[in-house]
């Protein structure tokens, strides 16, 4: 049977006050090659074959579980990681990414039977939030509501100019504890200080209006909760305002940190990362600028 080539890219979600909500596409890729097969399911790295569990696999879990939603009978699959650049559990959409690789190649084994709402409604179903997958399956930024499964998104109009450095560290925060230390429920100003922000962020986005895009990327929905988990957060945004980004923010649940910046980004990757270096844990930063065209099956 003949290789599904699947492209998809890593993903920012929240990006500050849009709390499983908001979410966009990066240049930053992973690629994958699914082939059904007569045996059981083999996992490569860059076909070197790997010794794990293939159950465990995000990849080979979300072809099954898209498979079995429609009684498509099958042995097993060569899956084959030939890219994987997006770092794992750094708040970059990694686990997003093996979710919509998964599903979109269930989708050609199946014939192209899916619409992109359904791909992006069994993706939403197994991640549990849709503000990576929305993003990593249509590109670009993405405003999403999840209601009961139904899955509705808008792309929103983004300034060309606008890009994000990625201030990855060594150490990883899983999406699990970074969700358990949020609380229950929260007071009233602290939601209205998040609808407002994320409103006038997706307005200033779409008027081009840098002025008021740093208050824009505050939140008291998740980040408060998750400073403690990401060591320096308050050092390295304070770096990056004073080196002029417009703004910055916690990517997805971290441990990766955003800066937007729109202009003198080379200037500021090589200020921060002389900044970065001198922290205790290791740091790399990285310069993308938004994907828009979301997963590429090939
Ligand atoms: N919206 C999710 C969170 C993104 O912040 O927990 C995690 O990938």
């Known amino acids: 049977m003949s290789k599904i080539k699947v492209k998809i890219p890593a993903t920012t979600a929240n990006m500050g006050p849009g709390f ?3 979410g966009m596409a990066l240049k930053l890729y992973n690629e994958i090659e699914v082939e059904e097969t007569y045996t059981e399911t083999e996992i490569y790295n860059d076909n070197v074959k790997s010794s794990d569990d293939y159950k465990d696999n995000l990849i080979y879990k979300s072809i099954i579980n898209a498979l079995d939603r429609f009684h498509y009978k099958y042995n097993g699959f060569k899956i084959n990681v030939i890219k994987c650049d997006i770092p794992m559990s750094r708040g970059l959409g990694s686990s997003a990414a093996c979710i919509v690789g998964g599903v979109s190649a269930a989708n050609v084994i199946m014939g192209n039977r899916l619409t992109i709402e359904e791909i992006i409604s069994i993706a939403t179903d197994i ?3 849709p503000d990576n997958v929305v ?7 993405v405003v999403s509501i999840n209601e009961d499964g139904m899955v509705n998104y808008s792309k929103i109009s983004m ?3 606008l890009k994000f450095a990625a201030m990855i560290p060594e150490f990883e925060v899983s999406t699990e504890l970074s969700r358990k230390v949020l609380p229950e429920f929260y007071k009233k100003q602290d939601c209205i200080f998040n609808i407002s922000r994320a409103t006038m962020l997706v307005s200033s986005l779409y008027n081009e209006d840098f002025n008021s895009l740093r208050m824009c990327f505050d939140d008291k929905i998740h980040q408060p909760y998750r400073n403690k988990l990401i060591n320096n957060l308050d050092s390295i945004f304070a770096k990056s305002k004073e080196l002029g980004s417009v703004g910055e923010f ?3 649940s971290g441990s990766t940190l955003m800066a ?4 003198d980004e080379d200037n ?6 002389e900044f970065l270096n001198q922290l205790d844990d290791r740091w790399k930063i ?13």
Do not use: C, R, W, Y
Request: glycine share 16%.
């Open 20 to 22: 499983d909500t908001l």
């Open 127 to 129: 991640e549990g939030h």
């Open 135 to 141: 993003p990593a399956v249509v590109g670009g930024m």
């Open 159 to 161: 300034p060309g100019q």
């Open 250 to 252: 916690i990517s997805g």
């Open 260 to 263: 937007v910046l729109n202009k």
């Open 268 to 273: 500021f990757v090589n200020k921060m990362g």
């Open 286 to 298: 990285i310069l993308l600028k938004p994907d828009m065209e979301g997963v590429k099956v090939m």
